[in-house]
């Protein structure tokens, strides 16, 4: 079955420490999103990309960073920039720039201890 | 002014009732709407989409937008309690220009239906 594929489900970080998140797909998409969900706040905007080799910045980019080396695969990488981390991630992908939606991963609960 | 803005919840519904949740968006070069359904702790699922002023209806659900408003609303008929969830809306700018491609979403309205 089609579908992305986000992992670890949980994850803790410890102070000062850089993680990763992974997100791979296999629908094909050509556009990827990762959006942090934080209670009553709805979806913020960390990274897109939209081709392979190409990625933007959203609304909350300060303390991530993100690559685009294959189609499949967009991993987040939270680094010990980021003051407040803990929040639930989602990655997500499209196709047609998003015309139609998106499709989302399970996501992964980031908690730092 | 928020880009995406829904009604203030929680929302409360009796079962068998209508849940309206509604939405407005900032942006007039908006072309595409999106509600998502989102249930506690996991990833949200699209349920509805809509291009076109007026209805579109899909079983229980109906998507009603209004391009001049800058409205667009989901109704749920004959509300169950596995509808309790939180419902996102999106809106795509896909018009081109910096908004190209990303979903902004609106915080959500959390629908409890009570048996």
């Known amino acids: 079955d089609g579908g992305i594929t986000q992992s670890p489900k949980y994850l803790f970080r410890k102070e000062g420490q850089n993680v990763t998140l992974s997100c791979e797909q296999n629908l094909n998409h050509d556009a990827m999103y990762w959006y942090r969900q934080d209670p009553g706040q709805g979806l913020r905007l960390i990274y897109y990309?939209?081709?392979?080799?190409?990625?933007q910045k959203g609304d909350i980019a300060e303390g991530y960073s993100v690559s685009r080396e294959k189609k499949e695969s967009f991993p987040l990488t939270v680094t010990s920039a980021q003051k407040n981390p803990t929040a639930f991630y989602l990655c997500a992908s499209s196709i047609n720039h998003g015309t139609y939606g998106y499709t989302f991963g399970s996501g992964t609960r980031l908690t730092v201890v | 002014q928020k880009e995406v803005e829904q009604n203030s919840g929680p929302l409360s519904v009796p079962e068998g009732a209508i849940a309206s949740l509604n939405c407005t968006y900032s942006?007039?070069?908006?072309?595409?709407f999106f509600w998502y359904r989102q249930y506690s702790g996991k990833s949200p699922e699209l349920i509805m989409f809509?291009?076109?002023?007026g209805d579109k209806e899909d079983g229980r659900f109906t998507a009603q937008l209004n391009k001049a408003s800058q409205y667009v609303s989901l109704l749920i008929r004959d509300s169950q309690p596995s509808d309790s969830a939180t419902y996102l809306c999106?809106?795509?700018?896909?018009?081109?220009?910096?908004?190209?491609?990303?979903?902004?979403f609106g915080q959500g309205t959390i629908l409890t239906v009570h048996p």
């Open positions: 990309s939209q081709i392979v080799n190409d990625f």
């Open positions: 942006d007039r070069g908006s072309q595409s």
């Open positions: 999106a809106v795509n700018n896909n018009a081109g220009g910096t908004s190209y491609g990303k979903l902004t």
């Open positions: 809509i291009y076109s002023n």
